[in-house]
């Protein structure tokens, strides 16, 4: 049923308080966009629920009417996720920030959707523990769940779904599931963690997260080692994983990309393809490790490696590295970003990013290669203009050019940023048969498709852009 903006204000006034729901033109627009390159669409009303019964009543209500709704966190997602082209309705989760639990024997914390990486992370400290998954952006933690989001620990600590042990759920009609427990292991049931993980709010919106946590690393040791070429540099990563470093996290950053580096972060860095290394544990341990690691990059021809050991220079890399989007931004005024997230088994990764620097050249855009090479996780970034036609397509092509590369190379159209509706052409091609079991669950357990239709899985694939 449809209903107009002033009926779906009213019926939502009889559930939730005056202050929970907005159509105020500023906050509309907020919602209408993410940082990617799609165009924004403006929802028709913007909702902000205090705790699970207000989202369960919500849920309810927009299932009873079959208007369509999409959580929100922070917008920081890259495939648009968020932009409710469909959707009346955007449920903002940010009020829900509560950090509920830590539980420092059990090294579990239980929190709030809408609390962010760095809330929890400071309020951590004190306990002695970190959360690791470190994505860049300061997301909210429902946000990285619902795209199983990684980054630049991933290589140590694992992603996303590997942090979490139990979820709140809010189903398309209102009922609320838990989908794990607090015991570090189980085999009854179905692994219902890793199958909400990743759904992007196609499957129900979580109002509660369990996570796993880690102990502070006693002694903590970053570098930056320089090579003559792309393939050494990446060359050398497979050959530390190979010799059992406990790598934290390696990071490449090739030339272009240094280029901005040094202009927005203002360093001076040899414009070179770069590493970016760190190493977790203790100090007598982190020795021996870093003079095998020299030991390893020697022989792939690396020029020149430096550490990092105070805690302020380390910091400043790891800015340098995180800003680098910003950097592009900030260097291409007029222009917007595209960003590029494919994923090839390691033994492809060499081949992978010379392939895309090759027809990246091609195209004449601007842009730069980086990633989380210890995964073989890269990202292209391209800046383009979005009013030119010509560019736009080259970009596209482009992207398709990589992606299609990791999917026939036994590797995936995205690793971190998901699917959205930047990467929704491509599930049928990377999984075949498996995607009408994918379109099943959709339909199970949203009937109405009322949860961030035609994101992720897509009931209409006759309209889906190919």
């Not at 009926?7 to 907020?30: F, G, M, P, Y």
């Not at 009346?88 to 709030?112: A, G, R, Y």
């Not at 523990?129 to 600590?157: E, Q, R």
Request: negative net charge; aromatic residues 6%; hydrophobic residues 40%.
């Amino acid at each position: 049923m449809s209903l107009t903006q002033e009926n779906l204000v009213n019926h939502l006034h009889n559930i939730l308080s005056k202050d929970q729901v907005s159509i105020n033109e500023t906050v509309l627009e907020l919602h209408s966009k993410d940082e990617s390159y799609h165009k924004p669409h403006l929802p028709e009303v913007v909702v902000y629920p205090y705790t699970t019964k207000d989202t369960s009543e919500i849920l309810k209500f927009a299932n009873d009417y079959q208007i369509k709704v999409v959580p929100f966190g922070l917008g920081t997602s890259l495939e648009g996720h968020t932009i409710p082209y469909q959707q009346q309705m955007t449920i903002d989760f940010s009020l829900m920030n509560k950090i509920i639990d830590v539980s420092p024997e059990d090294f579990l914390v239980t929190v709030q959707p809408g609390v962010t990486r760095s809330e929890l992370n400071k309020a951590l400290k004190k306990h002695g523990l970190f959360f690791p998954v470190d994505p860049g952006a300061d997301a909210t933690l429902g946000g990285m769940v619902a795209t199983n989001a990684s980054g630049t620990t991933s290589v140590k600590y694992g992603v996303m779904r590997d942090q979490v042990r139990d979820l709140e759920v809010v189903l398309a009609d209102g009922r609320i599931i838990r989908t794990g427990n607090r015991a570090a292991k189980s085999s009854s049931g179905l692994h219902l963690n890793g199958l909400f993980t990743g759904s992007e709010g196609t499957l129900g919106a979580f109002t509660e997260l369990t996570l796993k946590v880690h102990g502070i690393p006693e002694h903590i040791v970053a570098g930056r080692a320089t090579f003559q070429t792309i393939k050494d540099a990446i060359e050398s990563v497979v050959s530390i994983l190979q010799a059992g470093i406990p790598i934290a996290r390696v990071e490449l950053v090739d030339e272009a990309s240094i280029k901005q580096v040094n202009t927005h972060s203002d360093q001076n860095y040899p414009i070179k393809p770069t590493l970016f290394l760190e190493f977790h544990g203790n100090e007598a341990g982190l020795k021996s490790d870093v003079e095998f690691m020299k030991l390893i990059v020697e022989d792939h021809q690396c020029e020149n490696i430096e550490f990092e050991k105070d805690n302020t220079k380390r910091h400043l890399l790891w800015k340098a590295r995180h800003n680098l989007a910003y950097a592009y931004t900030h260097g291409y005024p007029g222009k917007d970003m595209m960003v590029t997230d494919v994923v090839v088994p390691i033994s492809k990764l060499a081949e992978a990013v010379t392939f895309a620097r090759t027809e990246l050249d091609k195209t004449m855009i601007d842009g730069g290669i980086l990633g989380h090479v210890g995964d073989g996780n890269f990202h292209v970034l391209l800046m383009i203009d979005q009013n030119n036609l010509d560019e736009v397509k080259q970009a596209h092509s482009f992207n398709e050019k990589i992606v299609m590369f990791a999917i026939n190379n036994g590797g995936t159209c995205t690793g971190e940023h998901g699917v959205g509706i930047g990467k929704q052409k491509y599930q049928r091609i990377e999984h075949g048969e498996a995607y009408d079991v994918m379109i099943a669950i959709k339909q199970a357990l949203d009937p109405n498709n009322i949860l961030n239709a035609d994101k992720k899985i897509t009931l209409n694939e006759s309209e889906v852009n190919l």
